[in-house]
């Protein structure tokens, strides 16, 4: 069994159009266009979703991850503080 030919297509169109009209076929074509672009926009947006989880999988298991002793600031060590208080206890 191959494609239809051009007769069994013309028969195909006929029936369409004896089953729905004239006018609703326009409108089901459309219909039919703008769900297409729905789905492929959605199937776009699944993918880019997927590689910028994957990237964020890749950057997080790049990252050296901290013991529970670590911080993941630099000491911080101020001598006006210090000062501050030496002189407040004066």
């Known amino acids: 069994m191959g ?6 297509l ?3 169109v006929l ?4 089953l729905f009209g004239a006018t609703k076929l326009p409108q089901m074509a459309r219909s039919l266009g703008q769900s297409a672009r729905v789905f ?5 947006g699944m993918k880019q979703d997927e590689e910028a ?3 964020e999988k890749a950057e997080r298991e790049s990252k050296p991850e901290l013991t529970s002793g670590e911080s993941s600031a630099p000491p911080v060590t101020s001598t006006v503080d210090e ?3 030496n002189d407040s206890k004066n």
């Open 3 to 8: 494609l239809p030919g051009g007769w069994e």
């Open 15 to 18: 029936v369409l159009v004896l």
């Open 10 to 12: 013309i028969l195909i």
């Open 83 to 85: 000062k501050q208080r």
């Open 40 to 44: 492929k926009a959605e199937a776009r």
């Open 53 to 55: 989880a994957k990237k």
